[in-house]
């Protein structure tokens, strides 16, 4: 499994963009790139997911350049809510996750 | 629906007693697999399921051991607690489906051995 880089923490304040940039050079034809936030006290909840370009859903965008070897995650205009660990994964397409295997995550602290 | 239900959500135990953490989930999802976060770590794999029957170890197997006898329920067992295996403990499942299915966790057992 890809081994992933991210920045052990980060901060921000209220209504700006934040992007957290992971590296995976190693990554595989054939791997996803997913993004998980945790916050305290919970499981972690899957962001958004994706293989190539852009990606963007109602909560994030995930930007993934042609050589695949990094991804940024974007929240756009974050709020105190959005305080929170973020995990970047890759995993092997048809595996379900199962095997995922998890980094320290980036801590994200936004401040009012 | 419920999702990924733990139980329970907190735990003391004394070194040696054993215990069985329970997971159940009602997504009728193939794969499940057991999680343990220790303080500003993220989160490493125990064991995991690919259904019913069928288990395999993770990165972090030692003094846990698993079954899954049905679809829903995966249940997590320590045989002789250690205070080693104080941690925040996490299941989560996922779909066997056309592409990568992202894990569904459930809110975790806090377990402090003592």
């Known amino acids: 499994l890809a081994k992933t880089t991210q920045p052990i923490s980060m901060d921000s304040y209220e209504g700006q963009e934040v992007n957290i940039t992971c590296s995976h050079n190693?990554?595989?034809?054939?791997?996803?790139i997913t993004w998980y936030q945790q916050f305290p006290s919970q499981g972690p909840r899957f962001i958004i997911q994706?293989?190539?370009t852009k990606v963007t859903n109602e909560v994030a965008s995930l930007f993934i350049p042609a050589d695949r070897k990094s991804s940024t995650l974007s929240l756009p205009r974050v709020s105190l809510s959005d305080t929170a660990v973020y995990y970047c994964?890759?995993?092997?397409?048809?595996?379900?996750?199962?095997?995922?295997?998890f980094g320290a995550g980036t801590r994200l602290f936004v401040k009012a | 629906n419920a999702g990924v239900t733990q139980t329970p959500k907190f735990q003391v135990l004394k070194t040696g007693q054993s215990m069985t953490l329970q997971c159940a989930q009602d997504?009728?999802?193939?794969?499940m697999s057991w999680y343990r976060q220790d303080p500003g770590m993220g989160l490493r794999l125990i064991h995991y399921?690919?259904?019913?029957?069928?288990?395999d170890q993770g990165e972090v197997p030692n003094g846990y051991n698993v079954s899954r006898s049905t679809t829903e329920d995966f249940p997590l067992r320590l045989l002789s607690a250690a205070p080693s295996q104080t941690s925040v403990y996490f299941c989560?499942?996922?779909?066997?489906?056309?592409?990568?299915?992202?894990?569904?966790f459930g809110n975790g057992t806090r377990l402090t051995v003592t």
């Open positions: 989560a499942s996922s779909y066997k489906g056309a592409y990568n299915s992202p894990l569904h």
């Open positions: 190693n990554i595989a034809t054939n791997d996803y």
């Open positions: 994706g293989y190539k």
């Open positions: 994964l890759v995993d092997p397409v048809n595996t379900g996750g199962f095997k995922t295997i």
């Open positions: 997504m009728n999802h193939e794969y």
């Open positions: 399921s690919v259904g019913a029957g069928i288990t």
